[in-house]
């Protein structure tokens, strides 16, 4: 697990586990909000911790994750992402309109 996976998964259960505050978080979490600022408040702004966002954000870290492990390429991983994101919002919409 690199930093960000572990400290998303540590912000993530700070929050809704232990119910810390929003501002003991930004507290304790200073260098992360600093260094990933939208990434930090997309997570205390979500208040739905086990919904599609979360789910989408959870998939995109995982594959950074493996990206940075050499586990797949820059390119698959976007690729992998843009078909899961067309698949859900453009493909349906696509099927309706013919």
């Known amino acids: 697990m690199?930093?960000?996976?572990?400290?998303?998964?540590?912000i993530r259960f700070d929050k809704w586990q232990k119910n810390m505050s929003e501002t003991d978080i930004q507290a304790k979490y200073k260098m992360f909000e600093k260094q990933y600022p939208t990434l930090f408040r997309m997570i205390l702004n979500n208040d739905d911790r086990d919904g599609e966002n979360m789910k989408k954000l959870d998939k995109m870290i995982e594959l950074h994750t493996m990206v940075k492990q050499c586990e797949i390429t820059y390119e698959k991983a976007t690729e992998k992402m843009g078909k899961e994101l067309f698949d859900e919002y453009v493909q349906p919409m696509l099927e309706r309109s013919t």
């Open 2 to 10: 690199d930093y960000i996976q572990k400290t998303v998964k540590e």
